[in-house]
T-cell receptor
């Protein structure tokens, strides 16, 4: 099984600023995913991040707002740019390798004031 | 696209069994999951089932899969107050994103 560490676990940010969330995995994985869980909602996929290529974004999410880095097979970052209160959510990193179960980090609880 | 549906709320008495239901639309689903999310916490994988299985039992948890009807259920035996949480059904076809249901809030009444 994969162990995923996310930093920070929570943060309170001013509107207009940006926050970078880090995701570290204890093994090499091909595919990493970033999800958002808005208050009282289910999880929505933001993008898929593969090492060596640009992230693939889902409908409704754009690179300018959520730039993603994937410098190697164990690490990824998600930046939430120019934040507004509507960006207040839990952001989760996930990995899935082939036909295996998906593993999730504990999430980053972001509050934008 | 893929769709996963759950009822939003379930209330049971402590000691009774809880059954949380889920329906999905993706016929190519390989893995089906049940996650638990306690207030203020991240996701905890409870159990998962391969699409070629009908049932999986793990201590107090029993997962039933009806692939023909695309119906998944999670039964929690002897439900405890610590089981109060939101339970998410999810599915994936492998090498793909995980699609989550809306979540079922389980309330356990002492």
């Amino acid at each position: 099984s994969a162990v995923i560490s996310q930093k920070p676990s929570r943060d309170i940010c001013q509107r207009g600023t940006s926050l970078t969330i880090q995701c570290q995995v204890d093994s090499q994985v091909t595919m990493m995913f970033w999800y958002r869980q808005q208050p009282g909602q289910s999880l929505t996929l933001i993008a898929t991040a593969n090492q060596g290529s640009e992230a693939t974004y889902e409908s409704g999410f754009v690179i300018d707002k959520f730039p993603i880095s994937r410098p190697n097979l164990t690490f990824s970052t998600l930046t939430v740019s120019n934040m507004s209160p509507e960006d207040s959510s839990i952001y989760l990193c996930s990995v899935q390798e082939g036909n295996t179960e998906a593993f999730f980090g504990q999430g980053t609880r972001l509050t934008v004031v | 696209g893929e769709d996963v549906e759950q009822s939003l709320f379930l209330s049971v008495r402590e000691g009774d069994s809880s059954v949380i239901n889920c329906t999905y639309t993706d016929s190519s689903s390989t893995y089906l999951y049940w996650y638990k999310q306690e207030p203020g916490a991240g996701l905890q994988l409870l159990t998962y089932i391969f699409s070629n299985m009908d049932m999986k039992q793990d201590q107090r948890l029993t997962v039933l899969l009806n692939k023909k009807d695309k119906h998944l259920s999670l039964r929690i035996a002897d439900t405890q107050t610590g089981d109060s949480a939101i339970y998410f059904c999810a599915e994936t076809g492998g090498y793909q994103k995980v699609t989550f249901g809306t979540g079922t809030k389980l309330q356990v009444i002492p």
